[in-house]
Nanobody, 129 residues
Framework: QVRLVESGGGLVPAGDSLSLSCAASGRTWSNYDMAWFRQAPGKEREFVAGINWIESIRIYADSVKGRFTISRDNANAKNTVYLQMNSLKPDDTAVYYC????????????????????WGQGTQVTVSS
């Protein structure tokens, strides 16, 4: 079983940057596709970015494309996925969750939260105007 723990959230002014990390622990890791989701108060959880286990596919929500970058480090047992967030906007304010599922295809990364069966506890990101 893989366990996910996020870190790196905080309060920043609009235009600033933040980097989130998600550390995975457990017996298996390399065959998991990973993603970041976020949920703002009163809103549904939404897909932000995803990366497949062989790092050949990175996908983004339109709202963050060009500002956010997802990456992962499978080497040296780091087992960590990152989300670099630049040019932050107040609309980016949300709890950010890391999620994972066992990859079903090397050419596809899911956007639906229903596909993901492993979740972290979330980290708060607040962007002030």
């Amino acid at each position: 079983q893989v366990r996910l723990v996020e870190s790196g959230g905080g309060l920043v002014p609009a235009g600033d940057s933040l980097s989130l990390s998600c550390a995975a622990s457990g017996r298996t890791w390399s065959n998991y596709d990973m993603a970041w989701f976020r949920q703002a108060p009163g809103k549904e959880r939404e897909f932000v970015a995803g990366i497949n286990w062989i790092e050949s596919i990175r996908i983004y929500a339109d709202s963050v494309k060009g500002r956010f970058t997802i990456s992962r480090d499978n080497a040296n047992a780091k087992n960590t996925v990152y989300l670099q967030m630049n040019s932050l906007k107040p609309d980016d304010t949300a709890v950010y969750y890391c999620a994972a599922y066992v990859s079903v295809s090397p050419t596809f990364v899911a956007r639906s939260p229903n596909q993901y069966d492993l979740w972290g506890q979330g980290t708060q990101v607040t962007v002030s105007s």
